[in-house]
């Protein structure tokens, strides 16, 4: 089995192109597999083997979401045996359940009040031009910070991001968030659109703490997920303003709707609202 493995990683390294970080998640699975009992007799694999591997991981206090991230990696391994012939049964391992808890974002009166605010410093201009692309596009902040001004589409408002493990995609922009970003970029020469003073890449965390500052300078209090909760306030919006959820799903870049239906979960806000305008004693009022 270890021998399976080492070969499965070596091909989604080369023929896949896996990143480093897909390739971790992949040997931390592994890893887990062996640690928790997992079966390494690729001729006693199966589905109870499988469940029993989750059972012992749950019972030595793991969480669901540590367990979960464990058996993607080995799923994953799993599906390669199957692809390759190596087992005839499609096997997987079942995840754990998790209690689904929905993650609060910015409402709209707050992201007004952001995007609304006048930065006075350079530093103050590029976390707000990083806001207005976060805003406009739903993208991640990695992706963000990696984008380069050679990916920018003037004239078709496009922009070119590249994903979780290494994926591209073109995402549209407004023509507002075209002239910050036009603006932002005639301040410096450098290719990386959000780059430090001397055209190098931005630190998260330095980032962090300027976006910190505009928001105590407006009022604001941060949000789970600080700038992913941005990610989440586009698929919210986006959709209440009677957008397709498929073009949603792929302006995100998941694979799966579940997963786009997980940003866009209502919360207690969202029923409030929909309340007031589908209530039939309402409407029954109106009439």
């Known amino acids: 089995m270890d021998t399976l493995f080492a070969q499965f990683c070596r091909e989604k390294q080369i023929l896949r192109n896996a990143t480093a970080k897909t390739l971790q998640s992949y040997a931390d699975g592994w890893r ?54 190596h087992t005839v049964e499609r096997l997987r391992v079942p995840l754990a359940k998790k209690s689904r808890r929905v993650l609060k974002t910015y409402p709209a009166e707050d992201v007004a009040r952001i995007v609304a605010y006048k930065p006075t410093t350079r530093t103050g201009r590029r976390v707000m031009t990083l806001l207005a692309l976060l805003i406009d596009t739903g993208c991640r902040i990695n992706e963000a910070l990696t984008l380069t001004r050679d990916r920018i589409d003037w004239d078709d408002l496009l922009v070119t991001l590249q994903g979780k493990g290494g994926k591209w995609r073109r995402a549209p922009i407004s023509p507002e968030c075209r ?109």
């Open 32 to 85: 887990a597999f062996a640690r928790y009992g997992g079966c390494q007799c690729l001729a006693y694999l199966s589905t109870v083997r499988l469940k029993e591997w989750v059972m012992v991981m749950a019972q030595a206090g793991l969480k669901p979401g540590s367990i979960n991230s464990y058996a993607s990696g080995v799923n994953s391994f799993l599906t390669w045996l199957h692809d390759e012939g």
């Open 179 to 287: 002239k910050v970003l036009f603006r932002w970029l005639n301040s410096h020469e450098h290719s990386i659109v959000f780059c430090t003073k001397n055209g190098g890449p931005m630190s998260y965390w330095n980032l962090k703490r300027d976006f910190l500052a505009v928001l105590k300078a407006v009022g604001v209090e941060k949000s789970e997920g600080c700038f992913h909760a941005f990610r989440r306030y586009f698929g919210k919006d986006y959709l209440r303003r009677g957008g397709n959820p498929i073009y949603l799903q792929r302006l995100f870049g998941h694979e799966s709707m579940a997963m786009t239906q997980q940003y866009v979960a209502e919360d207690a806000e969202d029923l409030r609202d929909a309340h007031r305008t589908l209530s039939p004693l309402e409407g029954l009022k109106r009439r």
